[in-house]
């Protein structure tokens, strides 16, 4: 993705609150994190969790009840959500068919994405509903994590761009304003895709404990 020189307002926002703790934050996903085989990468993900906005780690998969099964619903359930996609990826990254596909590297960069994917929902915290564009909130969030880290950043814009394209064929803006998002051009974007497609799904029902 093209890199910003701003924060945009969402991102902002994320840095504003503090009802939960960096270490509360980092510790909700301290198994998926454990999948990331790399320890500068691992390291990265944690901050980029601590400086993603409290709500990500308390309200549900779908504002809207409409487009995630139950597990996901209610408080928590977004967290729940992205355990379940990082599970599905993990799983089928350790199949032989899928050993073959992906180096190590791009496997630990496949679950940091995921781990990432949802990380801001919403333009403003206090917004009822999650944003359209929030593929492209979450992206920043780690493109300017980067900036403060200086952290490899050719491997952020790749696990940016993952994050960005997370919609697959869901590129529109669902208010009516056109065209927002780019649709996944590798095999790992589309992998991504995949895994938050497949956990999002309501007549799959997931333990994501």
């Keep these: 993705m093209e890199r910003e020189s701003y924060v945009c307002r969402a991102c902002q926002a994320a840095r504003e609150t503090n009802g939960t703790t ?10 998926e994190l454990r999948e990331i085989k790399n320890d500068a990468l691992r390291s990265f993900v944690a901050r980029c969790l601590e400086a993603a906005p409290d709500y ?14 139950n597990y996901a619903l209610g408080q928590g359930g977004l967290v729940r959500h992205v ?3 990082v599970r599905v990826a993990v799983d089928l990254m350790a199949l032989k068919c899928g050993a073959a ?8 960069e496949i679950v940091a994405a995921l781990i990432l994917h949802d990380c ?3 333009e403003n915290p206090s917004d009822k509903y999650a ?3 929030h593929p492209i909130f ?8 980067q900036e403060e880290t200086g952290f490899d950043y050719w491997r952020a814009c790749r696990i940016a761009d993952m994050v960005e394209r997370h919609m697959g064929q869901w590129t529109t803006d669902w208010r009516g304003g056109g065209v927002i998002l780019k649709e996944p051009a590798t095999a790992a974007e589309r992998f991504v895709h995949t895994c938050d497609f497949i956990a999002s799904r309501k007549y799959i029902e997931i333990s994501a404990g």
Aim: aromatic fraction near 8%; charged fraction near 30%; charge should be positive.
């Design 22 to 31: 960096a270490a509360q934050k980092v510790a909700a996903f301290e198994n």
């Design 120 to 122: 801001v929902k919403k």
């Design 138 to 145: 979450a992206a920043r969030l780690i493109l300017k994590t």
């Design 101 to 108: 596909v992906f180096s190590d590297d791009e496997k630990d």
């Design 131 to 133: 944003s359209a564009r």
């Design 83 to 85: 355990k379940a996609a």
């Design 56 to 69: 990500f780690f308390e309200m549900p998969a779908s504002t809207t009840g409409r487009h995630h099964p």
